[in-house]
């Protein structure tokens, strides 16, 4: 998540970034910025940076919500939007065209600036049985990802972590984290996988009665990084704004960006 001095440091890189496309734009007015949906955390933080970048600039940003990650890539690759955050690993494969991507290749997504490490993962009631990953085998797990292709690699990364993988468990179709969250909550599901400290696991977590972060072990960190290279595990600690984290715990992370579309000329940079 994003602490104050990477948050500070976002706002003013974008802050220069938006008025480059804006003075290439003859002082165009509004700049899209593509986000996830309400609820979610990079669309509290997509909505803190443009009402940063209003009350500093001329600029009108506007924050778009999408159902998951492929309307977002698609937005920014046709020049609907010009910048989004979002996971470094699933980005650079919707540029190159592998793995989700292969053959739907956004090829106009460009790298701007590495944000701080993300964290998320697994939830269960609070009252569940589930103390470990492994306790999941045969539990009803959110699956497919249609909109949020993003996820399917990190809930392959979580189930691996405890020796498991889609075929040991019962697989409930899901759209995108917030509608899965949506149904853990209305009981189709055993699990949800979400950003740790987000608004909306606060959300399901007062109306279920509490939930509880399933956290990992540092020596299943090589299980993560045998699924994609970017990730590994980071400590989080009991905080109030936190539903579900009641002890220190390792969580599962990555390391997010903000991307920005080939059409705003003054970014050079490319995703590697």
């Keep these: 998540m994003f602490k104050h001095g990477s948050t500070s440091a976002a706002i003013a890189a974008i802050s220069l970034l938006w008025i480059g496309v804006a003075g290439a734009a003859h002082a165009q007015a509004t700049v899209g910025f593509a986000s996830l949906p309400p609820g979610t955390i990079l669309h509290a933080q997509s909505s803190v940076m443009a009402k940063a970048i209003q009350d500093n600039s001329k600029l009108q940003?506007?924050?778009?919500?999408?159902?998951?990650?492929?309307?977002?890539?698609?937005?920014v690759n046709t020049q609907k939007a010009d910048f989004f955050i979002l996971d470094i690993g699933e980005t650079s494969d919707a540029r190159q065209g592998v793995r989700n991507w292969d053959g739907k290749a956004k090829p106009n997504l460009r790298l701007a600036m590495?944000?701080?490490?993300?964290?998320?993962?697994?939830?269960?009631?609070?009252?569940?049985?589930?103390?470990?990953?492994?306790?999941?085998?045969?539990?009803?797990?959110?699956?497919?990802?249609?909109?949020?292709?993003?996820?399917?690699?990190?809930s392959i990364a979580v189930l691996a972590a405890g020796g498991l993988t889609y075929n040991d468990v019962v697989q409930v179709p899901a759209v995108n984290v917030v509608r899965a969250a949506d149904d853990f909550k209305?009981?189709?599901?055993?699990?949800?996988?979400?950003?740790?400290?987000?608004?909306?696991?606060?959300?399901?977590?007062?109306?279920?009665?509490?939930?509880?972060?399933?956290?990992?072990?540092?020596?299943?960190?090589?299980?993560?990084?045998?699924?994609?290279?970017?990730?590994?595990?980071?400590?989080?600690?009991?905080?109030?704004?936190?539903?579900?984290?009641?002890?220190?715990?390792?969580?599962?992370?990555?390391?997010?960006?903000?991307?920005?579309?080939?059409?705003?000329?003054?970014?050079?940079?490319?995703?590697?």
């Design 61 to 75: 940003v506007r924050v778009i919500g999408y159902g998951g990650d492929a309307p977002m890539f698609d937005a």
């Design 114 to 154: 590495t944000l701080a490490p993300f964290q998320v993962g697994p939830f269960v009631r609070k009252d569940s049985p589930y103390k470990t990953i492994a306790d999941l085998k045969g539990k009803r797990v959110p699956s497919g990802w249609v909109q949020q292709t993003g996820n399917l690699p990190h």
């Design 186 to 272: 209305s009981g189709k599901i055993d699990v949800f996988f979400f950003a740790v400290g987000a608004p909306k696991v606060a959300e399901v977590a007062a109306s279920v009665g509490g939930v509880r972060y399933l956290g990992f072990s540092k020596d299943e960190e090589a299980k993560f990084k045998a699924v994609r290279e970017e990730y590994y595990l980071s400590p989080v600690k009991p905080a109030p704004h936190i539903a579900g984290v009641e002890t220190e715990v390792l969580a599962q992370t990555f390391d997010n960006i903000i991307a920005v579309g080939a059409h705003v000329k003054d970014e050079t940079s490319s995703i590697s």
